[in-house]
C-alpha cells in the first residue's frame, strides 16, 4: 500500500506526547507508541536547514507547530523538491529530504515534531508528514 493510503479503519489518529525536546507520537485510541517507522507516516529531518538558520529561529517551526510542504515543480535542481514552511509560508526552514520528497503525494500534512539546538539555538528540526486524513491532535501551549 502506499504511503498515505488507508482505509476508514486504519486512519492515524496520533496525539503528541511532550518530551524535552519535542514530541514522541501516541495513538489516540489505545495510548500506545506509534513508531516513526510506522509506513502511514514519515518523521524526516529538515534538509538544507542549515542554509537557512535565522528563519529556523522563527517560533513557527518550535515542536508542535503545523507547517506547509510546498511543491517547487519549477526547482531547477530538483523538480521534486518540497519546501517545509511555516504554516503561513512567511519563512522556510527547509526541503523534505530529496530521497522521500519523490514518494509524497502531495496532499500531506506536516507538524514540527522534535528540535536540536546548541546552547542558544535551534540548528535542526524533525517534521512528521502524515496523511492528509490523519487526525493529530496539537499540543496545548
Partial sequence: MPPGDSS???RLRLW???APDGYFLRDAAS???VRWSDPRLRVVPVAGASYRMEALQDDAFAPGRRLALV???DNEHDPNAIGIWDADRRVQAGYVP???APELRGDEQAVALRE???ASQR???RVLIAPA???IQEPRR
Fill in 116 to 118: 536540536f539546538r546548541d
Fill in 123 to 125: 540548528v535542526g528540526l
Fill in 98 to 100: 530529496a530521497e522521500v
Fill in 16 to 18: 503528541l506526547e511532550a
Fill in 8 to 10: 476508514p479503519s486504519e
Fill in 71 to 73: 511543491p517547487e515543480p
Fill in 133 to 135: 486524513d490523519a487526525w
Fill in 31 to 33: 495510548g500506545e507508541p
